[in-house]
């Protein structure tokens, strides 16, 4: 691997820090990938396994540690360490904007404020989320496929920290695809479940529908700004804002028109790749995946990529009113409808699943507004708490015998007292009760979009702000629903699983459900067919030496009760819950540091200011923050939220028998209907495009092998017929001439030949006579 | 050891001819020998091939190791021999093929061994003579030999319908070809009533641009049109198509690879060294159908794909939708467009020959191709899901593999020229990703039956001719820069000669630079008005 800079020297900005070892953060868990994909299967102990993935991830933790804190000795406006390892593109000139631009593309990578901390919450969170790994994915190990997870895994975090470290959007863009493809992978997983390898697919192909957009709007930006390196676009975007008009394509338009377009093509990307409506469906689906993928990939980091592409590029966005308002709308409908869809659902990662949805629409809402630093805020409170909420539900499935349907749980508090502590900092959390860090990151997001109507007490705001503060506010209220909902089905009342269901609320698991986390039909098939599930569940711990952490339950009782997992899987959980709790106060608002000035404001957005596009100087005038900022603040952790906590413990919890639950369907089946069924959104899908577009292709198939195909044949048969015909010509005319000729001659010999008698009289008799008749000619002459 | 010279060009070029020629002697049983002996002669021209690569004057865009021996003096016929950096990559990756095709069909080919070992000598020296020559009379020669063979391959060795896809093929080629010859001739002989010379070299030919552009329209539309369907069957483009998926299915699966690698190639070859340009006016006034075709080529294929049954047939859809790709690439006639097309051409030769061979591996063990009979293939063959796999994200361009860099740089140079045409083409791109990994989910994922749970994994040999494709993808895929390079220069030349305009405008870079020096501090909000002027002077610059 040899480091060349291969960039002229002058591209290097005076605003940027060479480092030398920058490269290793994504490239070694790239070969644990390469260690482990190649040699994985010949491995004889799956600890070396663990060894290389776990090895690989931490080790790049610790370099990105080691990268931030010297970001931090940093003045603030040259916080950006730069290493240019090869060109990667080099494709002669281009015609862009202003004239021809030899622009080339390096594999670079760059880690600055916002870079730096994605790159430790994908190394860190990653480590936390291999190490859950090791003890889910327990029974793989004897199956020969956990080498290939973990390999997986690693290329995962080789791909996102691409997407997040990469010096340009063409870097982000790899990053941005291979995360994809290990998406791909890890749904599908299971592949020899049908269900989780269209999961897979769908999840790639709508992507990929996303990726349109995304590429759309990078090759314009190629065109206006003749570059994709970050710091190119940063200093130039001021110069082009200042433009009168910008004509491409036989187009002009203003520049906020063409930031406008590029934004909006951009976003198109990040509904694909952060499952905004309508790009969502994938996600959902994406649950076939073994737990700890559902919290790696599709809650911490990989669905986050949109938010931090905003973010990144937030100097179009700021200029991009129009782009800014779809980013709200979409974000705030998708905030809401996912929440309302995650009300109703019984598979625990599914109701997760929906929550994640709705959470990224929360984040999507902070960058519609301009705050990126709040939405961004948000991405990490959320990976936090989403993802300790994943990893404890995926302790609940493992230990319950993968059951996932949460009506076949509860009662786990006391069986699994250290998830479910975790999962409950975190549900606080997730339904920003004060001081927990949800708290601050959603409120801060609401308070943006509400002030954006608000406007200084004038609310004049567009009207969207305030549609879109009360959709999410109403998401907000949904949210703190069906996590108490999950929490008390799944930990309170009492276990339901061991045939000890007085109220009939356990349902017989479809078979997909069952395994929709381990697909070992075969492999613990038996094991479900003789009853002896706690064996099974112990079999999960069997690798692991540290049985003193899990409760002695072996003559426990006569049932299948779970208990708590293993150390390796409960720590993941309880750090990010811990993480989770206290989180918050890294971006402790302005207006608590007032009242608690112990705690510093606002740390996180001031961290991430350098890299933010500033339309006006900022102005350090000291006015009080609004009464009505405190008033949201305390309606949000006082009433709002616990209200929806209570009501759902009220029905869930206070009642055992979820009657009150029953009476709510029985009296409006049709509205459960369609929020069960997540508003035949699906199916719509499938009528309106995806059914008609195989239609289509088999109608062009049937032309292509009728028409374009038959019109070939058909001049292939029009000549041979037109050879036959010319046969039958040739035959019975021009051949039919030759022997015509033949035939007369032949005939006219026959008379010829008579008068070849061979006597001499006949012959002195045929002289005189043409004798004659030369005579006569000539006297008539 | 070797150097890089015209003779070692011939030498690598004939050697699997000679080879042939000796093999003949060897009687007929003998099949080892002859897979053996053909697979080191294959090797033997590409390892001569190799010195090349390294040889090559990366800063000209003039023929190189070129010479020239009189042939026939009356016509103006000479042997010309000689390379640029787009001849030869194309027959690099020629070399590179031949032995991976011959090293496929030991298990496949059972019968009449010798004379297949031969055709598949015969036909790689036809086709890498089609690259290094520079006379259009020797272009047409090899151009035409190789046909033959490809001919006896699908119809001795093929499928079922055999003899009905080997007419076929031969038959529409050669109506391309005799459009060609037509045009070719007609262009020879508007050579001599202008210069008063018979020449035949391809440099003449170019030189005739000029010329032909103060032709009458009619004739140059016509001149083009001839060259554009004579390329556009071979490519091919839609609507002349129709013979690549009959050929394709009923071909073994080393005339497949051969096929997909290096024939359709010649079509693409052939728009870069003539239509482009000797015939820039016309090929600009046509452009409109040509884009239309294309792109119709691009959907189409993809659509068309997307519904097949039969593995085989639907890579070879595929092929017509990421051909369209290279087309539309050629066509945006800029730097960016010309080298993703002509990036796109090795891909395509390096994805396309992996499926086919990925089919083939199945084909030999259960004798069928239908998606249907397959599924859950992942369990029983990790290597070859491994592989596949690969080579699936090659060609739906993933990026880190190949098929990404090719399809990148055609759309970014498309969308300079043409920014509707790369919209549509990106839809294309999704496609692409649908039916190869539907494709995939289908004979890899899923449930397995018995049967499909008995099929063994890859041999040594097998992961041995997989190897150099998967190397190769990943190459190109994380570090193309040398291959861009051997480009850039013929590149270079052919856009001043198609596109004169293009270097015209004013350079960049400076602006930039100074862009990337300012970098964050861009970010913040200028303190006085007057500083807010500075930057914005600087990107005035020339608009459009």
């Known amino acids: 691997m040899t480091t060349t800079m291969s960039l002229e020297p002058s591209a290097v900005t005076a605003a940027t820090h060479p480092g030398s070892l920058l490269w290793l953060i994504p490239f070694l868990p790239f070969f644990g990938f390469l260690l482990n994909g190649l040699t994985g299967r010949k491995l004889r102990s799956t600890k070396v396994v663990d060894a290389i993935a776990l090895g690989s991830v931490g080790i790049s933790f610790i370099l990105t540690l080691i990268h931030f804190a010297r970001l931090i000795g940093l003045p603030a406006d040259s916080r950006s360490i730069h290493q240019s390892l090869w060109t990667w593109f080099d494709v002669g000139g281009a015609h862009v904007l202003g004239g021809l631009t030899t622009y080339k593309i390096a594999w670079a990578y760059k880690f600055d404020v916002l870079s730096g901390c994605m790159a430790l919450l994908v190394t860190g969170a990653g480590f936390l989320i291999h190490l859950f790994s090791t003890g889910y994915m327990a029974e793989e190990r004897n199956d020969g496929r956990y080498y290939r997870f973990m390999a997986y895994m690693n290329l995962f975090v080789f791909s996102m920290l691409n997407l997040v470290l990469g010096a340009n959007i063409l870097m982000m863009f790899l990053g941005w695809e291979g995360v994809g493809l290990c998406s791909y992978l890890l749904i599908g997983f299971y592949f020899e479940k049908e269900f989780a390898a269209v999961a897979g697919k769908k999840a790639f192909v709508t992507n990929r529908i996303g990726d349109f957009g995304f590429m759309i709007g990078f090759f314009l930006i190629l065109m206006v700004f003749g570059s994709l390196d970050y710091d190119t676009l940063m200093g130039s975007v001021r110069g082009i804002m200042a433009l009168p008009s910008i004509t491409l394509f036989h187009h002009t338009a203003s520049p906020t028109w063409w930031f406008n377009l590029i934004g909006c093509c951009l976003f198109v990307g990040a509904m694909g790749k952060s499952a905004q409506i309508p790009l969502y469906v994938w996600l959902p689906d994406a649950m076939a995946g073994p737990t700890p993928v559902s919290a790696l990939i599709h809650a911490a980091t990989m669905v986050t990529s949109g938010l931090y592409m905003i973010t990144r590029l937030n100097f179009i966005y700021i200029n991009a009113p129009v782009a800014l308002s779809v980013v709200l709308l979409f974000g705030s409908l998708t905030a809401f409808v996912a929440a309302t869809m995650g009300l109703a659902q019984y598979d625990i990662k599914k109701v997760l699943a929906y929550s994640t949805v709705s959470q990224l629409g929360f984040m999507f809402m902070g960058m519609g507004t301009g705050a990126f630093a709040a939405g961004m805020f948000h991405v990490f409170t959320h990976a936090f708490f989403k993802a300790s909420l994943f990893l404890g539900s995926g302790a609940v499935i493992a230990a319950c015998h993968h059951e996932q349907d949460m009506r076949n749980m509860g009662g786990l508090r006391k069986l699994m007292p250290i998830t479910s502590l975790a999962m409950i900092l975190a549900t606080f959390a997730i339904a920003g009760i004060f001081p927990f860090s949800g708290f601050f990151s959603k409120d801060e997001i609401l308070w943006q979009v509400f002030n954006g109507w608000y406007h200084h007490g004038l609310y004049n705001g567009p009207t969207l702000n305030l549609v879109a503060w009360i959709l999410g506010m109403l998401g907000a209220f949904c949210t703190a629903f069906y996590m108490t909902r999950l929490i008390a089905m799944t930990f309170y009342g009492d276990y339901r699983g061991a045939g000890n269901d007085p109220y009939g609320l356990t349902v017989q698991s479809e078979a997909h459900h069952a395994h929709d986390d381990h697909g070992h039909a075969d492999a613990h098939g038996h094991a479900a067919a003789d009853g002896h599930h706690e064996n099974h569940v112990h079999e999960l711990d069997k690798p692991h030496d540290h049985h003193a952490d899990d409760p002695e339950d072996h003559d426990f009782v006569p049932g299948h009760h779970p208990h708590e997992v293993s150390w390796r899987m409960w720590l993941p959980v309880l750090i990010l819950a811990c993480l989770a709790t206290v989180g918050g106060f890294l971006n402790y608002p302005e207006s608590l540091h007032r009242i608690l000035p112990i705690v510093p404001a606002e740390l996180f957005t001031k961290w991430l200011e350098p890299l933010l596009y500033q339309v006006a100087p900022v102005v350090h005038a000291e006015h009080a923050p609004p009464a009505i900022e405190y008033g949201l603040m305390a309606w949000a952790t006082l009433v709002w939220a616990p209200s929806a906590m209570i009501l759902a413990w009220w029905i869930y919890k206070v009642d055992p028998s979820w009657s009150r639950a029953k009476a709510f369907v029985a009296r409006f089946p049709n509205l459960y209907r369609w929020v069960n069924a997540k508003y035949y959104v699906d199916e719509f899908y499938e009528a309106a495009l995806i059914g008609p577009t195989k239609r289509f292709s088999a109608q062009l198939w049937s032309f292509d092998t009728w028409v374009v195909d038959g019109m070939v044949n058909g001049a292939a048969r029009f000549t041979v017929l037109w050879a036959h015909s010319m046969h039958w010509v040739d035959q019975k005319i021009v051949d039919g001439l030759v022997n015509g000729v033949a035939w007369l001659i032949q005939q006219t010999s026959l008379v010829f030949r008579r008068l070849q008698s061979g006597r001499f009289q006949h012959y002195a008799f045929v002289m005189f006579l043409g004798f004659l008749v030369f005579a006569f000619w000539k006297f008539l002459a | ?544």
């Open chain 2, 1 to 544: 050891m070797f150097t890089a010279n015209t003779t070692l060009m011939l030498v690598a070029t004939f050697l699997p001819f000679l080879g042939a020629l000796v093999l003949l002697l060897v009687p007929k049983g003998q099949r080892k020998v002859f897979e053996y002996g053909s697979l080191a002669v294959m090797i033997v021209s590409f390892l001569l091939s190799v010195p090349f690569w390294f040889g090559y004057d990366r800063g000209s865009a003039a023929v190189q190791w070129f010479q020239a021996w009189t042939w026939i003096p009356t016509l103006g016929v000479k042997f010309a021999v000689g390379m640029d950096g787009i001849s030869l990559l194309l027959w690099l990756l020629t070399t590179f093929i031949g032995p991976i095709a011959i090293a496929c069909s030991f298990s496949s080919i059972t019968e009449r061994h010798k004379e297949y070992y031969l055709w598949m000598l015969v036909l790689q020296t036809a086709m890498l003579g089609v690259f290094i020559t520079q006379d259009m009379f020797l272009f047409y020669l090899f151009w035409e030999v190789m046909l033959v063979p490809m001919y006896f391959l699908i119809a001795i060795w093929g499928g079922p319908q055999k003899l009905y896809a080997a007419i076929k093929l031969f038959l529409y080629t050669l109506a391309g070809s005799v459009l060609m010859l037509v045009a070719i001739l007609a262009i020879y002989f508007l050579q001599h009533k202008t210069t008063g010379v018979y020449d035949f070299s391809l440099a003449s030919f170019q030189a005739m641009a000029p010329i032909i552009a103060q032709q009458s329209k009619t004739f140059q539309i016509l001149m083009a049109l001839a060259f554009f369907i004579g390329f556009a069957i071979k490519v091919p483009m839609f609507p002349f198509h129709t013979w690549l998926p009959d050929a394709h299915v009923q071909a073994p699966t080393a005339g497949s690879v051969i096929l997909a690698a290096i024939l359709l190639k010649m079509g693409t070859y052939g728009f870069v060294r003539f239509l482009l340009p000797i015939l820039p006016g016309a090929t600009k006034e046509l452009m409109p159908y040509f884009l239309t075709l294309t792109l119709i080529g691009i959907i189409y294929g993809a659509l068309v794909a997307m519904i097949q049954k039969d593995m085989k047939k639907l890579v070879a859809y595929s092929s017509v939708s990421h051909l369209g790709m290279c087309m539309l690439g050629l066509f945006a006639l800029n730097p960016y467009g010309i080298k993703g097309g002509l990036l796109q051409m090795l891909n395509h030769g390096i994805s396309t020959s992996g499926l086919f061979l990925a089919v083939g591996i199945v084909y030999e063990r259960r004798h069928t191709r239908m998606i249907a009979d397959f599924g859950g293939l992942s369990k029983s063959m990790p290597v070859y899901a491994t592989i596949f796999m690969i080579m699936t994200m090659s060609s739906l361009g993933l990026p880190l593999l190949n098929g990404f860099i090719g399809e990148g740089v055609i759309l970014m140079g498309s969308f300079q020229a043409f920014p509707w045409a790369a919209v549509v083409a990106t839809l294309g791109i999704i496609l692409g990703a649908a039916y190869l990994l539907w494709m995939y989910q289908r004979v890899m994922f899923g449930p397995i039956t018995p049967v499909n749970e008995k099929m063994e994994d890859l041999n040594l040999r097998e992961v041995l001719y997989f190897a150099p494709l998967v190397i190769v993808a990943f190459w190109i895929g994380m570090y193309p820069k040398p291959v861009m390079d051997v480009m850039d220069a013929p590149v270079r030349k052919l856009v001043m000669q198609v596109n004169p305009d293009f270097y015209k405008a004013e350079s960049l870079a400076a602006q930039q630079a100074e862009a990337a020096r300012v970098g964050m501090h861009g970010m913040e909000a200028p303190e006085a008005p007057e500083v807010q002027a500075a930057p914005a002077g600087m990107i005035h610059g020339g608009g459009h």
